[in-house]
Every structure is written in C-alpha cells, then in structure tokens.
C-alpha cells in the first residue's frame, strides 16, 4: 500500500481561519483511495526530519505568532530549503506564504523569513479581505478562496500562482496572486483553500506521490460534485457583474 | 437640550416610522444614523441623560444573554432600564436605541443603561458613553474577515477602554487575552472565573487562541481548559498565571439538564442548561456587585430567568419537537454539537450556513469545528442550507458524513417534521435566525402543535429539496470511496 506522510507545521502557532481544513483534504483523499495518509503535526521547538515528509503545510497565523515562529524557522532553513530544492511538496498559505520569503516588514519590526523564495512582503493598514476567484495556468477549473491579509507581496521574477478574476490578489494591484515555485504552492488563499478546489490537492498528492513512487503513479478520480458545486458557486456569484456592482456599493456603505 | 439634539431625534423617529410603514424590516439602524448625521454628539447627549449608571458588554460570545441578565436584575428592583435589544450593537443600532425611546420632548426616561457593543464599534462607542463599567465576556475567533486577527480585536478593545480611564472592567480571567488586556490597559477591574471543570471534551474545540505567554512569548502551560483558550494557565517561564478570580461560581452540578451552582453565598437553582451559562451570569453578577445595584433579588430574579433569549427556542409542529440554534462562530458551534450529543434519541439536523456580511462573509471558521462528533449523533439525516449550504455540507463530508442539501428551508423542515423522527435541530448562522425563528413560528401557528394534516398540504404546496439531497448523498457514499 502507498502511503505519503503530511508534515503540519507549528500548528500551535500557524492555525487560522480553518487551514487544518488542508490537511484533512489531503488525508481523505488519499485515503478515499486505498492510500494510507500520516500527518504528523510539529509542535514549535519539535525537531524535524525533512527526509521522512511528502508533504509539507506552512499554514497561517497572526503577526505575532508569525514573529515568534521566525525564531525556529532559523532552525529549519537549512534542511526545509534542501527539501524543496528537491521537489519536496509544499502547500504555504498566507503567513506561510511570507515567510517562505526574504522578510515580511510591518510598521514596527520586519520579520526575517526562510528565503526559499526570492519574495518580499510589505505590511500596509488597510486590510485586503474578500473572496477570490484566479485563473491559474496549472487547472482547468478556476481556483476560489478567500482572502484576508495585510501584507503586499513583491514576487519579482516567479512565476504565480493564478491570475486574479476577482479580488486583489499579492498586492492588490498586480492581478496576480501566489507564487509557483518546483512543487511549492504559496498563496493567500484560505476557504480553506483545498476542499473546494481538488484539482489543486490533487495536482499536489500527484507530485508527491511521483516523487515518491516514480512517474507512473497517477490518481483515480473521486466523484467531487459537491466539491464542484461549492467551487462553482463562488465562480458563478463573481461572474456576475450584477452581483460585483451590489458587493461593492454595499461594501463602501 | 440643545436645539439641534432635538431636531436630530425628531428626524430619527420619522426615519422609523417610515421604515415602519413601508414594512422594510425592523429599522433598527437607519434611525441612528439618520440622528448622527444631524447631531454628531447625539450619543453623548443621550448618555448624559441616564439619570445613574451606564454599563457596556463587550466580547465574542454570550454578548446578548448577559445584557439580558443585566437588564433582568435592574429591572426587578424597579429601575428603569434602556437596552439594546434586538441585537443592533453598532454605533447607529445604539444611538437607535436610545433615540427611539425618549418622550415626546426627546427626553430620556431612564436610570440605567444595558448597552451590547460589537468589538469593532466599541472604538466609536465607548468614548460617547463614557460607561461606569464595561463587562467583557471573552475574547476569541469570530468574524474574522470582519477583524483580521483575533489580535486586532484585541487592540481595538484596548483602544476602546483606554480612551475611557475611569470605566471598571468586568473581566474573565480564565480568558488570558481578556485578562491581559485588563492588566495593561490602567483601568480599574474586578475579575470573575470559574475553577471548577465544567465542559465536557466535545466543547472544548482543538483550535485556540494564544496559549502563549503575552508576556515572555513562551507556551503557556494549562491545568485544565474550559474550551477555546479559556481555562486555568500559567507561564512555566515568567511566571504569569490565572488570578484568583474576585467573584467564582462553584459547586456547579447538572440536574435534569439544568444547573446549580454556588455563588458569592448564593445557591442557584438556574434554568441554564449549557455551562457557558452560568459564565454569563456570573459576569452579570459581578457587574452588578461592581455597579452596586441589583444585586439584592438576583437569586429569585436568575432562577425565573429563561436564557432561551429567542436564540434558542423550541417549537412544537405537528406533534415534532423543534429545536432553533444559533451558532455564529466556531466556538459556539461546538458548544451546540455538544449540546445534540447530549440529546441521545433519534434526531434530524438542518444547518443553514449563510455568507452576508452581518454573518462574515469567510465561512472558512466551519473547518475550525470539531464536526466528527455528529457522526455518533444518532442523526437520522442532515440538510444543509443557506448559500454557503454546499461548503458546509463538503465539511461533513471531510468527515465521512453524509448529508443533503435544499433550497427551500421551510420545505425541508415540513418534510422532517412529517417523516423524519419527530425531533429535529435547525442550527442556523446569524442572518437565518430572524427569518427562520418567524418560519418556525408561523408552522407552530398553522400546523398546530399536535398537527392533524395540516402538515400534508403545506408540504405539497411548497418546493421540492434540490438534486443531491439526503437520499441520493446516502447511497452515493458506498460507491464514492470505494
């Protein structure tokens, strides 16, 4: 039997809005299909062996857990960036997003991230937070989410995740969002962002099994109508000019 | 009073009477802005009008019940009391309150004020009252495409109190953001906790605020939780710990569903039938004690109190028991699965999840729910609804939970009521719970409680549940996972 094992990073720390919703995505769809999934959750301050994991969550938290979780990420670099280099799978959503990156600088103090990715981030007051649909290159289906962070997201050379159809996306002016780097995927999408886009969980279970198992490996379908109909639901509401027009006046009222 | 207060609360009434007449809701917060538009310092005017105390709640859950409980107590020793009722607890749904209720000459008739603040309005809100005492029930995750981070609520609030240096603050002190807040913000404060385990394991949700010292940064280490970050911590490296609470509830025991509880020398024999309240009232007690009045028939007051509070009602339909919740945020969704699993009959549940702003427009919160449980609910079926119905219906089904969907609640509730097990849940976030509370109604009304047949007309009169409902969800689960 198959099995990958899913590495849950600082989940004491690194845990809003509902992203543990990504890990239970990953396991019951490996286990839907008669693969054996392990999540093993590292506690900050936990030693980590990179060597055993599939898959890597970075999840999000609030600035000041993200500047306490700077401290151990120094501990980690080393090995984490060795991982991805490799094409170790990762998922970073939002603070784990940043802190891939070189720094995250707010009004008071600037963060110090991994520096896996060539990506800065710069905090301004108002708050980016609405639902989001992108179009990503990788997926047929778009990707819908929501967004909700303060930071501005510098990119530079790498390649994005999707381009935004609605929302605002790393900067709120780029019209781009998240960065696509070997197989890390970094976005400030939370929802949480997998249950309702599969394809994305999928496209990344695939890596990982591959990289594990060789090429041959590919996934059975699941039937997602559900899953479909909830994905569809944000798409439809946000292409429908009608409902923006609404949305927006009611937001600035 | 000044000329133009007056003209402010003359225009605020036409505002509602309007609203009245042209039968367009409750109008609850159009008056209040209409009223702020044309005097900014409304509100200031109204408060200095309160002939003895003011008092504000504040905090995430359990607002609502403890200002009812608060008001209850004063108005039982014949004080007259303005309050924020209908849960317009924005800074125009305040100034609302307030202007609706004066004379004819816009004069207040009151000697207190119960005012429920919503966090984010406290900012605007406080500094006009300036309140005696401000009860703060707790701070954790809610709403947070509203806030941001629970630590934005929290620097909010400190804003809010800081601004009004004399006002006493009630606070829990198993909550160690409310406590911590009370510590640095200078205000005076009386503190009430409970020591005593009193949730069980399903209220206690995994997911957590700040379990790490706000002083040295370190985890914190807990004797036990109550559920959320609530419970009895201290700092194995600072040193900070839990205080000693100035007023306790203990000797807490449930009897036939209901608890009693020990309280400054009072024996409770409440009506409360979940533990979260008995935190309310022993918040509102606290408060009382701190604003020293109506305190003194609080036992005879609280043993008569019904908590249900509208947010929690049970209808009887066609001989169908019917029971409304309402579940806003992840802490207080658990703390009504907990509540189903205690009920341990056959049992149908409906959950209405909707994504207006008034709810939080990220229903991402249902991941942060402990749903596993309801898989030993000895539910029957599950229905989701509301527009985020298939969002909610994909978290069951992350749990191997089947469920269905529907369009049209009403419908489903007949056809639940007429064949499902006569004992059904209709869980609904906060923009269903006026709507549905008055769907439930009517259905008491025309159904009638033991129910002969009017059930059968109804039900064929109204629309069909959409494709993939239970039925269907049930016999596709085999076939899915296989």
Redesign the interface.
């Known amino acids: 039997m198959m099995k990958l094992t899913i590495g849950h990073l600082y989940p004491?720390?690194l845990?809003?809005?509902?992203?543990?919703?990504n890990i239970?995505?990953f396991r019951?769809r490996l286990e839907?299909r008669g693969i054996e999934a392990e999540v093993i959750p590292f506690l900050?301050g936990d030693k980590i062996d990179f060597q055993k994991l599939d898959i890597v969550l970075l999840g999000g938290g609030?600035?000041?857990?993200q500047e306490?979780v700077c401290g151990f990420l120094k501990d980690i670099r080393e090995d984490f960036q060795a991982y991805v280099e490799n094409g170790g799978v990762v998922l970073a959503v939002c603070g784990g997003y940043q802190l891939l990156g070189k720094y995250y600088r707010t009004d008071k103090k600037t963060i110090e991230g991994l520096g896996i990715l060539d990506i800065t981030t710069e905090w301004e007051p108002e708050?980016l937070?609405?639902?989001i649909v992108l179009n990503s290159p990788l997926f047929e289906q778009p990707v819908v989410g929501?967004e909700?962070h303060?930071g501005r997201t510098y990119i530079g050379d790498h390649t994005p995740f999707g381009k935004v159809f609605y929302g605002l996306g790393n900067t709120g002016k780029s019209g781009y969002e998240g960065v696509v780097y070997k197989n890390v995927i970094a976005t400030y999408l939370?929802?949480?962002l997998l249950?309702?886009n599969p394809q994305v969980c999928d496209y990344l279970l695939e890596r990982a099994l591959k990289r594990k198992y060789g090429d041959g490996v590919t996934l059975e379908p699941?039937?997602d109508?559900?899953?479909h109909?909830?994905n569809s639901?944000i798409v439809d509401r946000y292409s429908d000019k009608k409902y923006i027009l609404k949305e927006t006046i009611?937001r600035y009222t | 009073m000044r000329l133009r207060s007056k003209l402010a609360i003359k225009c605020a009434k036409a505002t509602s009477s309007l609203i009245k007449k042209m039968n367009r809701g409750s109008g609850v917060t159009l008056p209040g802005y209409v009223a702020r538009l044309i005097d900014p310092k409304i509100l200031n005017e109204m408060a200095g009008q309160v002939r003895e105390k003011i008092i504000v709640t504040m905090g995430t859950n359990g607002k609502t019940t403890t200002n009812a409980i608060l008001c209850r107590a004063l108005e039982s020793e014949g004080k007259k009391v303005i309050i924020n009722r209908t849960g317009a607890n924005m800074l125009n749904g305040i100034i609302s309150a307030f202007v609706l209720s004066t004379d004819k000459k816009g004069r207040l008739d009151a000697d207190f004020a119960c005012i429920e603040v919503d966090e984010i309005a406290s900012v605007g809100v406080l500094p006009r009252l300036t309140p005696d005492c401000a009860l703060l029930t707790n701070i954790s995750r809610d709403q947070l495409d509203r806030f941001g981070e629970v630590d934005i609520t929290y620097n909010k609030l400190m804003t809010a109190v800081t601004s009004v240096p004399k006002t006493t603050l009630i606070i829990n002190c198993d909550d160690i953001l409310s406590c911590s807040l009370a510590e640095n913000s200078g205000n005076p404060y009386v503190t009430y906790g409970i020591s005593e385990q009193i949730f069980d394991d399903i209220s206690r949700s995994e997911i957590r605020e700040s379990i790490f010292c706000r002083k040295c940064g370190k985890k914190l280490e807990y004797d036990f939780f109550h559920y959320g970050q609530l419970g009895i911590y201290h700092c194995p490296n600072c040193g900070w710990e839990r205080p000693q609470p100035d007023y306790t509830a203990e000797h807490i025991e449930l009897h036939d569903e209901v608890y009693s509880f020990d309280m400054d020398r009072l024996h409770i024999d409440s009506t409360a039938r979940t533990p979260y309240n008995i935190y309310n009232t022993l918040s509102a007690y606290t408060a009382l004690k701190a604003l020293g009045a109506g305190y003194a028939g609080f036992k005879e007051m609280i043993e008569a109190f019904d908590y249900g509070n509208n947010r929690e009602s049970i209808f009887q339909i066609n001989g169908a028991r019917v029971q409304l919740h309402l579940a806003k945020n992840p802490i207080g969704f658990q703390q009504k699965v907990s509540l189903v699993l205690k009920d341990p009959k056959p049992k149908d549940i409906i959950i209405q999840i909707n994504d207006t702003y008034q709810d939080g427009e990220d229903i991402s919160w249902l991941w942060d729910v402990d749903f596993q449980y309801l898989a030993d609910s000895n539910a029957q079926s599950i229905i989701t609804a509301g527009t985020r119905r298939h969002d909610m219906g994909l978290r069951l089904k992350y749990e191997d939970i089947p469920c269905g969907s529907t369009t049209d609640l009403r419908a489903s509730v007949l056809d639940r009521v007429e064949n499902g097990t006569k004992n059904l849940y209709v869980i609904v976030n906060y923009s269903g719970l006026y709507r549905t509370n008055h769907m439930l109604t009517e259905l008491e009304k025309t159904c009638g409680k033991t129910g002969e047949g009017k059930a059968e007309q109804e039900k064929s009169a109204a629309g069909k549940p959409e494709p993939g409902t239970q039925g269907q969800n049930r016999e596709q689960k085999g076939g899915e996972r296989a």
């Open positions: 004491d720390l845990n809003l809005y509902g992203d543990r919703g239970q995505c019951k839907w900050s609030s600035d000041r857990e306490l708050r937070i609405r639902n929501f909700n303060g939370h929802g949480p249950p309702k699941l039937a109508e559900l899953e109909k909830a639901y009611k």
